[in-house]
């Protein structure tokens, strides 16, 4: 599992995956870092985070009443059919019951008494979550009922959103949480957790390398409530010198092995990242473990100084509240990761491996240019859209085409990719970026000029072609690149569309970096007034970030009248207010989409309709409901020229 959660719609069923979470760094920081409600001197908490490959599966529906069932032969020993009406008080008292359905009636207490909703009936399909191993099957429950009422009620929860109910639903039972625990809520990718007092962040972090994780449920025994309970004694305010080198260790020591770590792991540094651990653990068992009786963890110590395994991994560490609870290792390699899982599981463990994968950044890019150019007949009689000329700030007059190529090369693309109608339509281009000026009119150039004309050869050479020969449609058009697209990430910019940044960044690039961040499917997004949302496809959905740039999209809606947008779509900015966002013409194709449209197109052709158009959107909906979409607002203007008025604004604007 690979995306922020898996989910399928049958009819009114819903299917769900939520992984279990591992702390790579940063136990116990979450709480620590709360106690700045208290105490000011008190550093924030910083914890590194992950989702794993192991969690829970379930089909969610909507119901009269609170309903759970499972078909997982993991939970079977502890696990009985469960129900109860949705009543504030009976969901509150089985939440204080102490029962194994306290996790979820704590969260359904919490979202009847704040959203009014109705009951679930959620039934439990497979886990292959180990349970009190210090991977939060707890939380994971937790945010699946968070979930489960949020997508099914519409509530329009933001993923922190889910997070923190979760967090407050399993507070109301007899467990005593940390923040991080609900960090399953963000998928099986590592991230950054800052606990500022009631605050929390959460940001997404770059792997340069794969990483081959190692971790195991040592099969001891742990007390994790004493563990809790013997640490808060030193807080809010430490009155020795053992409680003043514990808040250092949970604040100022930990922010440093933190940065480290996030520095080694953006590197690809696995060595430094392996001692890091090694270190991490030293130093817990310096200064947290002495605090409390409960980390006295003998199994723990044993299998992190085995000789045996030592060859395998760069480094190891405790799990979670440590204790003899779960151990982690940073395998050398995929082969020393099984073999190391091999090794733990014939020693009576329970291993389980997680592989984090780096993020592809965007090198490609594709640019459909292929369409005729009706609207602007008969001037497309001679020369292609593209190609028309357009004054620039800086005094020259540059074709459309080139503008755009200059902003992918500024943004770092190496391949791009142009999708043309004809193999004939290619001369015009090789013209331009391939053959250079004859002597006579370099001649006439001055030195600036002249030092552009190896730019523009430079770009000609990042550039192929494949051709449309059939008009099917703009997503036939793009899936024409799919073998150049291979199985990466791939920008993808309109053949008429010219952009302007208003920031230091190209738009492509802001585009980039944040794929880079969330790695999924991603829409760059803008507003546009009501009055004008039915000439537009638009998204709507909820903000993941404090600055409302990131919008989880749940919803396209294509042309929309303005009422029905008005009660529907709309999203609220900082002042309250709403607004309706449509596409700003850049988007980054995961490999998802090609496949989809690869599907649509045998669908078509196999039930003999070869002239069925292939839509790009539809399959970005098909997409977006199996794995998600992000919209991005992007910092910087849009410039259509793909008919008379908005080529004579483009004209007089954007030389500007």
């Known amino acids: 599992m690979c995306h922020l959660f898996n989910l399928i719609k049958y009819n009114n069923m819903l299917k769900l995956f939520v992984p279990g979470r591992l702390c790579l760094f940063g136990e116990h920081t979450d709480w620590a870092g709360h106690y700045r409600t208290m105490n000011a001197d008190i550093p924030p908490g910083a914890s590194i985070v992950t989702g794993i490959e192991q969690g829970i599966y379930a089909e969610v529906e909507k119901s009269t009443i609170f309903e759970m069932y499972s078909d997982a032969s993991e939970i079977g020993d502890v696990w009985n059919d469960f129900s109860c009406r949705m009543n504030e008080a009976e969901l509150k008292r089985v939440a204080k019951s102490g029962s194994f359905f306290c996790y979820c009636a704590g969260v359904a207490s919490y979202m009847l008494e704040w959203y009014k909703v109705g009951g679930v009936r959620i039934r439990i399909t497979d886990m292959t979550l180990p349970m009190k191993s210090g991977l939060s099957s707890s939380a994971a429950i937790c945010v699946l009922v968070a979930r489960a009422f949020n997508l099914l009620y519409n509530l329009n929860l933001n993923t922190l959103g889910e997070m923190n109910i ?61 563990i809790l309970s013997d640490l808060n004694k030193a807080y809010p305010f430490a009155s020795n010198e053992a409680e003043e080198n514990l808040h250092k260790a949970l604040g100022e020591w930990n922010q440093e092995i933190v940065d480290k770590a996030i520095k080694y792991m953006a590197a690809g540094d696995l060595e430094s990242l392996g001692q890091l651990m090694t270190a991490a653990e030293e130093m817990f068992d310096k200064y947290v473990a002495p605090m409390s009786p409960a980390l006295w963890a003998p199994k723990l110590h044993q299998v992190l100084h085995d000789p045996q395994i030592q060859p395998m991994v760069y480094g190891g560490k405790g799990v979670g509240s440590h204790g003899d609870g779960s151990v982690q290792f940073l395998a050398r390699s995929a082969e020393d990761q099984q073999r190391l899982m091999d090794y733990l599981n014939a020693q009576g463990m329970k ?13 490609k890019a594709i640019i459909p240019v292929a369409g005729f150019g009706t609207r602007l007949y008969p001037a497309t009689r001679a020369l292609k859209k593209d190609f028309f000329p357009i004054p620039c700030s800086d005094g020259m007059v540059r074709p459309v085409i080139l503008i755009l190529l200059e902003e992918l090369v500024k943004s770092g693309v190496e391949e791009i990719c142009l999708v043309l109608g004809s ?35 430079d770009i000609g050479k990042r550039l192929r072609y494949v051709y449309q020969h059939e008009k099917r449609g703009f997503g036939h058009a793009v899936y024409q690149a799919a073998e150049f697209a ?92 709403k607004e309706y966002y449509s596409v700003f013409g850049q988007y980054i194709l995961t490999p998802d989409v090609f496949a989809q449209l690869a599907a649509d197109i045998a669908r078509a052709d196999a039930e003999g309709d070869h002239q069925r158009e292939i839509e790009l959107t539809a399959a970005l909906e098909a997409v977006r409901q199996k794995s998600g979409m992000m919209g991005v607002r992007l910092k910087g203007t849009m410039y259509d020229m793909g008919n008379p008025a908005a080529l004579r604004r483009c004209v007089q604007q954007y030389s500007k």
Not at 504 to 525: D, F, G
Request: charged residues 30%; hydrophobic residues 35%.
């Open 351 to 363: 291993a389980y491996s997680l592989t984090l994968r780096p993020v592809h950044t965007v090198r």
């Open 423 to 457: 193999e004939e339509e290619r001369m015009q281009y090789a013209e331009f970026f391939e053959r250079q000026l004859s002597e006579e009119h370099l001649r006439k150039l001055n030195a600036e000029a002249q030092e552009y004309e190896n730019r523009i050869l």
């Open 166 to 226: 979760a967090y407050l639903g399993e507070l109301r039972t007899s467990s005593r949480c940390g923040r991080l625990d609900q960090a399953c809520a963000f998928g099986v990718k590592p991230n950054l957790m800052t606990f500022d007092g009631d605050e929390i962040e959460v940001r997404a972090l770059n792997v340069k390398k794969h990483l081959y994780w190692v971790f195991a449920d040592l099969c001891a025994e742990k007390d994790t409530i004493k």
């Open 486 to 577: 291979g199985n990466e990430p791939v920008l993808l910019l309109l053949g008429d569309t010219i952009y302007r940044s208003s920031s230091n960044k190209p738009c492509a690039l802001q585009l980039i970096e944040k794929y880079e961040r969330y790695n999924q499917l991603m829409v760059s997004i803008h507003a546009v007034p009501l009055t004008e949302v039915s000439h537009y496809g638009i998204l709507s959905g909820v903000w993941e970030d404090k600055e409302r740039s990131i919008l989880s999209v749940s919803v396209m809606n294509e042309k929309p009248k303005a009422s029905y947008a008005e009660e529907f779509l709309g999203v609220r900015n900082k002042e309250g207010e």
